[in-house]
């Protein structure tokens, strides 16, 4: 699909993408294409909630994360998530979510969290 439609660039994992074009009447051919190749070549259909275009200087919510121009955050839930779950199995999967999309603060507060969970795991 991508090849067809030539995006600007897009961002993709698993079943769920971001594609990026310089207009919005651009974007909004392409998304008509989209939705007709995933329902007539795949049997899929788009989600109403999340099938829309946005000017990326408003933000985007993507695999947990929001994305901006300058910057990303994790969304509370998943950071709420993180601190509930945590264990010394999915230690490095959480360390990388928060390394990559934290703020410094949650950062730094992760690592009491691992600090916490190490010490009570003995």
Do not use: C
């Amino acid at each position: 699909m991508v090849h067809s439609i030539k995006p600007i660039s897009y961002l993709r994992y698993g079943d769920d993408f971001i594609v990026f074009g310089k207009n919005r009447a651009v974007v909004e051919e392409w998304r008509l294409m989209i939705i007709d190749f995933l329902l007539h070549s795949l049997g899929l259909a788009i989600n109403r909630k999340n099938g829309i275009i946005v000017p990326t200087k408003a933000g985007l919510y993507f695999l947990g994360v929001h994305i901006f121009p300058t910057r990303r955050r994790l969304k509370k839930r998943n950071w709420r998530r993180v601190n509930e779950r945590l264990t010394t199995h999915n230690l490095g999967s959480y360390f990388g979510l928060v390394a990559q999309h934290g703020t410094s603060q949650q950062r730094k507060d992760f690592q009491w969290l691992v600090l916490n969970k190490v010490s009570t795991e003995k």
